[in-house]
């Protein structure tokens, strides 16, 4: 391989930048990849935005296996914060998963260590270009989540989350009218699970495809489908009316919205808010939006039903957002894990009488889902569950014995997996 170590800056060392600044967000400080994308990416445009995030995206899903190649040809391991190390990943990461030209991969990240070891990142990236290295099929996932997922779930899950962070998900999509799916189906090809489910592999860009700008479906992961699913169609006589706290942006809203019900939306996000507001205009579909704090707000009247999507930790959705493999502690599970306590509790008192709750989480931490249902049912003698039926959910995903939906990433496997989500529904007597 030609010495690439005193070659001018070639085109493309921005993009590279903008990943390593993404990776640093992510690794370093603790942020999500979607949060740190508009600073770390405003130096380029378009297509280039696209390669950062997805350099970054696809470091995160195969980070402990790159160290691991990394180490092997080292003498003394690099840290894990240095400028070397961040270079040979953003390098071995191109050649090895996005099929980038090894020339391109090892010129566009030299730059990124000036001042540094060059010689040292270009002779790691030699020697291993050379010996023809490849990365496992199964990825390995970061020590502590592989640690804290086999002790809550065994073996086969951590096999089976490895497997499913090989590569990003199929698409979802939820039909407004779910009588309509089967047309869905012939126009945009994939496979259905449920009525108003659609599973699409290759696709065309979200927005050019047909029917997204007359708003007849919207982008939802299954698992994300099914916790407003639990509260079925609105009740004819007098509608009824359903909270949707933690609303946005508001898949489960235009669900709830689309099954009759008269919704009201909450969400302390202004952001996340105007996406919901935006989300309702496309699809012509009605809620009350309040941007409010659930821990202050309260609404003026008891409602027929209330779904809590609760903020967690989002570890289930770690096949779309492999960042949460890295920077999801322990310290921040337990808080969130405080959080939804509280929403909990407080949610609990505005269900009418004999009216319906659903809990859910897309987390993968019992201490969102499980713990918490048993913590709340200790407390409140007032709320039992309402088993969940296997006609309630796609074949390949059974309720559990204590009647909760818990799926985890061996679930629909063969079909391209599933969200990791617990849901509960009660009900208040
Ligand atoms: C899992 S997301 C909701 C996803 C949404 N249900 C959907 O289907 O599109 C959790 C939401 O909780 C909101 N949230 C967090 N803490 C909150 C609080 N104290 N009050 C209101 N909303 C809160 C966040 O802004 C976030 O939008």
Partial sequence: ??????????????????????????????????????????????????LAHAIAAETLRRLPDLDAMIDSVTKTNLPDDAKARMALRIALVQVLILGTP????????????????????????????????LLPEVPTLP?????????????????????AIAAPPPLDLTIADPAETEGWREKLGGESFMPGHLRLGDHDSVPDMAGFGDGAWWVQDIAASLPARLLGKAPSEGGGHVLDLCAAPGGKTLQ????????TSVDNSQSRIKRLRENLYRTHLKSEVVNADILEWAPTEPADAILIDAPCSATGIFRRHPDVLHRVRPSIIAETAALQARIFARAADWVKPGGTLVYATCSLEPSEGEAQLDAFLAARSD????????AELPAGITPTEA??????PGMLAEQGGCDGFFIARLKRS
């Fill in 256 to 263: 709830l919205a689309a099954a009759g019900w008269t919704v």
């Fill in 1 to 50: 391989m030609p010495d690439y170590t005193h070659a001018p800056e070639p085109l493309g060392v921005p993009t590279r930048r903008a990943a390593l600044r993404l990776l640093d967000a992510v690794l370093r400080r603790g942020e999500s990849l979607e949060s740190a994308l508009p600073a770390a990416t405003r130096a380029i445009h378009g297509p280039d935005r696209g």
């Fill in 403 to 408: 009647g909760t939906v818990r799926t985890l």
């Fill in 143 to 163: 020590a502590p989540v592989e640690l804290r997922w086999e002790a809550a779930w065994g073996e086969e899950m951590v096999d089976a989350a490895g497997r």
């Fill in 102 to 133: 090894s020339h391109a991969a090892i010129s566009t990240v030299l730059p990124l260590v000036d001042g540094g070891p060059r010689k040292l990142v270009h002779g790691v990236f030699g020697t291993l270009f050379r010996a023809n290295m």
């Fill in 383 to 390: 709320y039992t569950i309402v088993p969940v039926e296997q």
